[in-house]
């Protein structure tokens, strides 16, 4: 993995560097892309949230401008992360903004203390958010999900979403609870959408996702037992596809896709994939 982008705590005291401009997934971008003087964007007086230092891009100090609202910039757009991931091969880029989008969100749903309704403040020597009355901290939040393609041979069960764009189906996902191991999770979710019952669930690799703040760990499963009965409301259809009939697949840049690739290449003596970092 190249390391043109690295997060770091730097400190917002610090004058200069680079940043970018954030809101509800978001990002302000011109035909310099998204990154901006940091000096001149302060000028701007734009309605600042919070202020984080991010890392280094290219070996330059990022910021982040986090706003209240996605207020006009003359010359310069708003853009939603999703669109970068989709339309920008830049994986630096997208990891950076990934980071930037997590950071922001978090830094400005914890403001003010959920235990004791102070304001919280910065922690100067790690990522975190601190009350300065009952001292808890509040770190990043990050919630684990498990992702898990289940075949047959040469069938693959794959699953819609309503959240979907049409035609598209993909493998099952869903957040780890708590208490549970995430192989049990890969059990449970597959019994609450689909209805059947796998063997010998085993751990692929893993991925970031902030959409809006998921660590994905994928899996690989054999059907067991059982007929596909999709969970109401979660999924709107189920169904098992041969390996040289698929649907409309999820985008090239998801586990979800490198699962499916994986097991193809396998299947059909090909190169495996290479999981976007
Ligand atoms: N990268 C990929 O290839 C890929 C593919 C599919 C899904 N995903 C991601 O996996 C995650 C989980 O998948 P899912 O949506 O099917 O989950 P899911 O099946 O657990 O159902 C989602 C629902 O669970 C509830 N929920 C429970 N815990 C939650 C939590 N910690 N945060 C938010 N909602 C919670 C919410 O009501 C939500 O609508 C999502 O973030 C999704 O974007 C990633
Ligand atoms: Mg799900
Ligand atoms: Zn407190």
Known sequence: MSLRWHAALLDPATPGG??????????????????????????????????????????DAVFLFELDRPVAVPGASWQGLRQFMLHNDDRDLFRMLGYAAQIGTWATQHR?????????QQHARERAMHCPDCGIHHYPRLSPSMIVLITRGDELLLARSPRFAP????????????????????????????????????????????????????????????????????????????????????????????????YLARRLGRDDPVLPG
């Open 167 to 262: 035609g598209v189906y993909s493998t099952l996902a869903g957040y780890v609870e708590p208490g549970e191991s995430v192989e049990q999770c890969v059990e449970r979710e597959v019994r609450e959408e689909v209805g059947v019952s796998i063997h010998s669930p085993r751990y692929i690799t893993s991925q970031g996702w902030p959409f809006p703040h998921s660590l994905m760990l994928g899996f690989h499963a054999e059907y067991a037992a059982g007929e596909i009965v999709p969970q109401p409301e979660e999924i709107e259809d189920a169904r098992w596809f041969s390996i040289h009939r698929l649907p409309e697949l999820p985008a090239r840049q998801s586990i979800a896709r490198y699962l499916i690739e994986l």
């Open 18 to 59: 680079w940043a970018v401009v954030h809101c509800q997934q978001q990002f302000l971008f011109d035909s310099n892309g998204v990154l901006f003087p940091r000096d001149w964007l302060k000028r701007l007086e734009l309605p600042l949230l919070s202020e984080q230092g991010l890392g280094y891009f290219d070996g």
């Open 112 to 120: 003010f203390c959920g235990h004791c309704g102070a304001r919280m």
